[in-house]
């Protein structure tokens, strides 16, 4: 069973466009996570969720947007993609940080 | 400004060798300093670090913290080719506010 499974893999998509990806975690944890990837490799933190409290970096453009249907799900949702919106995103789930974070497989997005 | 920064950005080593790799830090908060390790696909736990002094150990990895000094290392001994990955330190403030991550270090070991 994947502890924190993020769909789609992929993504290729037009500029312009809205689309969501999911992620779920099966752990029980109570804070989730959206991290962006660059290319470099250098993770940023997106968001951060608990069932209490929203947690955004003011550096993130306002067309990002989470959703949490419940405690077991984050998802992300990005309106008018641009080109530069191209990167692996990774949710992540904690309870606590006593053992680290569980990331899932990422979602490789491609803006064309 | 980044908070977490690691050293070197890459390192290309041989097969047996041992490896250090940096990392510093300057937050206000300090709670917790964590490394993973990024293969393909997603990171994987490491350690976590609370406390100076104590040395986290697994197999051929382990790693201190200098919690006066701000910096953290990881070591790794008798490299093997499947050590070759992106290690990534993160540090951990206030209670429950994200990770920050360093831009990693690409450790590649060639036999």
């Known amino acids: 069973d994947t502890a924190v499974s993020q769909t789609p893999k992929y993504l290729v998509t037009q500029m312009g466009n809205d689309k969501s990806i999911k992620c779920e975690q099966n752990?029980?944890?109570?804070?989730m996570y959206w991290y962006k990837q660059d290319s470099k490799k250098f993770l940023k933190i997106m968001f951060s969720?608990?069932?209490?409290?929203?947690?955004i970096n003011e550096t993130v453009p306002n067309r990002f947007s989470p959703k949490s249907p419940d405690k077991a799900h984050l998802n992300l949702h990005i309106n008018s993609l641009e080109l530069g919106d191209s990167a692996v995103y990774f949710c992540?789930?904690?309870?606590?940080?006593?053992?680290?974070?569980?990331f899932g497989s990422g979602t490789r997005l491609t803006v064309v | 400004e980044d908070k977490v920064v690691q050293s070197p950005l890459s390192l290309v080593v041989h097969e047996g060798d041992t490896v250090t790799l940096n990392c510093s830090y300057e937050?206000?908060?300090?709670?917790?300093l964590l490394w993973y390790k990024q293969e393909k696909k997603a990171p994987t736990f490491l350690f976590m670090l609370t406390s100076s002094g104590i040395e986290k150990k697994s197999g051929r990895l382990s790693s201190i913290l200098d919690k006066k000094e701000l910096f953290s290392i990881l070591n790794i001994t008798a490299t093997q080719t499947g050590d070759s990955a992106v290690y990534l330190c993160?540090?951990?403030?206030?209670?429950?506010?994200?990770?920050?991550f360093g831009k990693g270090t690409r450790l590649s070991v060639i036999a």
């Open positions: 993160a540090v951990e403030e206030l209670r429950n506010t994200p990770l920050v």
């Open positions: 937050v206000t908060n300090f709670r917790s």
């Open positions: 969720y608990n069932n209490k409290e929203l947690i």
């Open positions: 992540a789930s904690s309870r606590g940080t006593v053992y680290g974070y569980t």
């Open positions: 752990l029980g944890h109570d804070t």
